[in-house]
């Protein structure tokens, strides 16, 4: 249904998408994650051409949307879009909203267009607001009330533009099923979403958007369970990090420990995880001392808030070397045992060049 090859699209100097290429299939329900400020909705807005695209092709059922010869208008028809925003019409009722579309543009006789759009208002639940206007409405009610006057087209894909996040958290749900609804009776969607539960149990693809780039994409339980790809992780698992590079012998320790105190304080650790973290880098920063200046320490300090699982990584490089081997520890089997008695669990790799330890600290509630 949707075929996208090598799109971009730029705002003067400003990149916001690079190389794009994607398939969707009809009837297959695709959800558009990742930060913001990534691309995800400009995305959308290129595929039925509310922001032209800088390069790239862009297919619709066979068609090429990007040739001047092609109508647009008619190529909307079978592609509908549902904003954040919702952009009801607010001198028309809830009912006129509905029918104008398939009246003025499909050319639908008035009391067609009133049968079928009260059909489509029992499928959301409003039925009993056909004669209300969008003022009147909750904005889960003009949420459900746009996705009717989408199906009043008759599209054959529709576009979600972050749904749900205009929304009080009480009515996400009730907008969440209505969708959960279409994608069931097969309707081809892509979503854009920060609801990553929804994006889990809808998908039957999920793309990870970054940088302007699809960065990753998969079924959703690779997406969610098993991510290939760092960012992809740290998105997911919802990851804080403190990164600090060591190049010399004589770094500033005290400033240092500022830091991590004040990203601990950001991710409101306790106070004895803090301890134990400071106590940690300090001792490892001992075995790592007589490598400097010859090798430089990248040390990050990692917080998951999905998991509550807090890591320290040393990436460090050299000649392929575990630091905490006993052969190269020059002695410190005392902050060995400290090391040990502070983390769960120790692991060791020669990755990418680098020798990598990963650390999983021992963590106590709130």
Same mark, same amino acid.
């Given at each position: 249904? !949707?075929?996208?090859?090598?799109?971009?699209?730029?705002?003067?100097?400003?990149?916001?998408?690079?190389?794009?290429?994607?398939?969707?299939?009809? #009837?297959?329900?695709?959800?558009?994650?990742?930060?913001?400020?990534? #691309?995800?909705?400009?995305?959308?807005?290129?595929?039925?051409?509310?922001?032209?695209?800088?390069? #790239?092709?862009?297919?619709?059922?066979?068609?090429?949307?990007?040739?001047?010869?092609?109508?647009?208008?008619?190529?909307?028809?079978?592609?509908?879009?549902?904003?954040?925003?919702?952009?009801?019409?607010?001198?028309?009722?809830?009912?006129?909203?509905?029918?104008? &579309?398939?009246?003025?543009?499909?050319?639908?006789?008035?009391?067609? +267009?009133?049968?079928?759009?009260?059909?489509?208002?029992? %499928?959301?639940? %409003?039925?009993?607001?056909?004669?209300?206007?969008?003022?009147?409405?909750?904005?889960?009610?003009?949420?459900?009330?746009?996705?009717?006057? /989408?199906?009043?087209?008759?599209?054959?894909? !529709?576009?979600?533009?972050?749904?749900?996040?205009?929304?009080?958290?009480?009515?996400?749900?009730?907008?969440?099923?209505?969708?959960?609804?279409? +994608? =069931?009776?097969?309707?081809?969607?892509?979503?854009?979403?920060?609801? $990553?539960?929804?994006? =889990?149990?809808?998908?039957?693809?999920?793309?990870?958007?970054?940088?302007?780039?699809?960065?990753?994409?998969?079924?959703?339980?690779?997406?969610?369970?098993?991510?290939?790809?760092?960012?992809?992780? +740290?998105? !997911?698992?919802?990851?804080?990090?403190?990164? /600090? =590079?060591?190049?010399?012998?004589?770094?500033?320790?005290?400033? $240092?420990?500022?830091?991590?105190?004040?990203? /601990?304080?950001?991710?409101?650790?306790?106070?004895?995880?803090?301890?134990?973290?400071?106590?940690?880098?300090?001792?490892?920063?001992?075995?790592?001392?007589?490598?400097?200046?010859?090798?430089?320490?990248?040390?990050?300090?990692?917080?998951?808030?999905?998991?509550?699982?807090?890591?320290?990584? /040393?990436?460090?490089? &050299?000649?392929?070397?575990?630091?905490?081997?006993?052969?190269?520890?020059? &002695?410190?089997?005392?902050?060995?045992?400290?090391?040990?008695?502070?983390?769960?669990? !120790?692991?060791?790799?020669?990755?990418?060049?680098?020798?990598?330890?990963?650390?999983?600290?021992?963590?106590?509630?709130?």
């Amino acid at each position: 249904m !949707i075929k996208v090859e090598r799109l971009s699209k730029r705002f003067d100097d400003l990149v916001v998408l690079k190389d794009i290429s994607t398939e969707i299939k009809a #009837g297959e329900v695709v959800s558009i994650i990742g930060p913001s400020g990534t #691309g995800k909705s400009t995305f959308l807005r290129c595929l039925n051409l509310l922001e032209y695209p800088s390069g #790239g092709e862009i297919y619709i059922d066979g068609v090429d949307v990007l040739d001047k010869k092609t109508d647009v208008a008619k190529v909307r028809q079978k592609m509908n879009m549902v904003f954040q925003s919702f952009n009801l019409f607010s001198h028309l009722s809830v009912l006129e909203n509905l029918t104008i &579309g398939p009246v003025k543009l499909k050319g639908m006789s008035k009391d067609a +267009a009133q049968l079928k759009a009260m059909d489509l208002l029992r %499928l959301v639940g %409003l039925a009993e607001k056909a004669g209300k206007f969008p003022d009147e409405l909750s904005g889960g009610q003009k949420q459900r009330v746009a996705i009717a006057r /989408c199906m009043a087209m008759d599209p054959q894909i !529709i576009l979600f533009d972050e749904p749900t996040s205009a929304l009080d958290p009480t009515m996400v749900s009730e907008v969440l099923s209505v969708i959960r609804r279409l +994608a =069931r009776e097969g309707m081809t969607m892509a979503i854009v979403t920060h609801e $990553m539960d929804f994006a =889990r149990d809808v998908s039957n693809r999920v793309l990870y958007m970054d940088e302007g780039i699809i960065y990753e994409e998969g079924p959703p339980e690779q997406i969610f369970g098993n991510p290939q790809k760092e960012k992809t992780r +740290a998105f !997911i698992q919802r990851i804080r990090s403190y990164t /600090c =590079r060591i190049s010399s012998p004589d770094y500033d320790l005290y400033a $240092m420990n500022a830091e991590i105190e004040a990203f /601990c304080e950001k991710q409101i650790l306790p106070k004895n995880t803090r301890d134990s973290l400071l106590l940690l880098v300090e001792e490892l920063l001992q075995i790592y001392t007589p490598y400097l200046p010859e090798a430089v320490l990248d040390l990050t300090v990692a917080y998951s808030e999905k998991s509550a699982r807090l890591e320290v990584v /040393c990436e460090s490089s &050299g000649k392929a070397a575990n630091p905490l081997e006993s052969g190269n520890l020059s &002695g410190d089997d005392l902050g060995l045992a400290i090391i040990k008695n502070l983390t769960e669990s !120790i692991d060791y790799q020669w990755l990418n060049d680098k020798n990598r330890l990963q650390f999983l600290i021992k963590t106590t509630p709130l």
